[in-house]
């Protein structure tokens, strides 16, 4: 596997750290959870829905294949064994608020002073500099104070909603994976490790190229309504179907446009499919609401299905998991107990992915002569 003989160890909690980790492990990486000696560790071993073993789903999808350590790095004799468990690794993840690690002992230049190879990566809200350094924050205050939050406005009361998806921690954890690798390849090259600052505020806003138009072109905020990505483009939007169901368009290209339109006997329609999203797409978002409208769910997948058009049906989280494709695409993984698991994203034809589905256990109370087994490197 790519990653085999790499050691991690993961200071990292909730979600974009431990999913990057959790991805490093699935690739053949040695990850060592450094959990904390407070009597619960990892936060998520005790947060949301539990499987049928008792076990926290979230937990199960972010500590896969890993191992496990708890330590007060308060204490002398921890924190000694922490920079012992440093000096043997390749890469560490820590994302507690900036400063922290440097009065813990355990900074970038504390532990680089002891093994110069070190890759070190710290995931934080809003970064190691700046006047927001020091603020406190998770994915939602992030995605507020990025702006990002502000294009979930809906089309009646003109409020904001609360986002579907932590996308300011997803953003984060792809960009802190993609520089850890970069450094590693790097490493290869000149035998220095590197110091990685990553902040959740800088890669939400790095992925948006597609929506800062007005921002940049206008000196304007987006009005969302009016946008080809919030529905401000008839042939990209939510339809209602007769049923309650959904449907979306998804593609406003013109020959999608013509397929369609083709399809529903109403050409005339097109030069305006083909226009600029925004208050003159009202007359063919108009004819959509009521055309979806006049038909169920089921009869539009039969009519859309032999048509050349981005288009889908609305599913819920669990249709999606469930559907022939996520099992092909080796998605929804099950270990031998038949739990699930969310499977690797990353497709490998050389050397793929190869989840182990043990979980760490905790112990908060495990005397510290484990380090004699652990820090000699894997094979």
Request: charged share 25%; with cysteine.
């Amino acid at each position: 596997m790519k990653l085999t003989g790499i050691r991690v160890l993961d200071l990292s909690q909730f979600l974009p750290g431990p999913h990057l980790t959790m991805t490093m492990a699935d690739h053949g990486a040695d990850v060592i959870m450094v959990e904390p000696k407070n009597g619960v560790g990892e936060p998520v071993r005790a947060m949301g829905t539990r499987a049928a073993d008792g076990t926290a789903v979230w937990f199960r999808n972010i500590a896969r294949g890993k191992r496990s350590v708890a330590l007060d790095l308060k204490n002398k004799d921890d924190l000694a064994a922490f920079l012992k468990l440093a000096d043997e690794a390749d890469v560490i993840v820590e994302a507690f608020r900036p400063g922290v690690v440097a009065r813990l002992g355990i900074g970038y230049d504390a532990v680089a002073a002891r093994n110069p190879r070190i890759v070190y990566c710290s995931i934080s809200a809003f970064g190691q500099n700046g006047p927001l350094r020091d603020k406190p924050s998770h994915d939602l205050g992030v995605q507020a104070l990025a702006g990002t939050l502000d294009l979930s406005r809906g089309f009646s009361d003109d409020k904001p909603n609360m986002p579907n998806l932590v996308a300011a921690d997803m953003a984060s954890s792809l960009t802190a994976l993609s520089a850890i690798l970069m450094a590693l390849v790097a490493r290869e090259r000149t035998d220095k490790g590197e110091y990685i600052d990553i902040a959740m505020y800088d890669s939400l806003i790095a992925w948006t190229p597609n929506i800062v138009g007005s921002v940049f072109g206008q000196d304007r905020a987006p009005v969302p309504h009016e946008m080809r990505n919030y529905g401000g483009q008839a042939m990209n939007r939510i339809y209602e179907t007769g049923d309650g169901g959904f449907i979306v368009l998804a593609g406003s290209e013109a020959k999608f446009s013509e397929n369609l339109l083709k399809a529903l006997g109403r050409l005339d329609f097109l030069d305006l499919a083909r226009g600029e999203p925004g208050p003159s797409q009202q007359p063919l978002i108009d004819f959509f609401t009521a055309t979806f409208k006049s038909k169920t769910r089921a009869e539009w997948e039969a009519f859309l299905g032999p048509i050349d058009l981005c288009w889908a049906p609305v599913r819920t989280l669990k249709d999606g998991f469930n559907d022939a494709h996520a099992a092909a695409r080796a998605m929804l993984l099950h270990d031998g107990n038949r739990n699930p698991h969310i499977g690797p994203a990353i497709k490998f034809r050389h050397g793929p992915a190869e989840p182990k589905f043990d979980l760490p256990d905790y112990a908060p109370g495990k005397r510290i002569t484990w380090l004699s087994e652990v820090l000699p490197k894997p094979e």
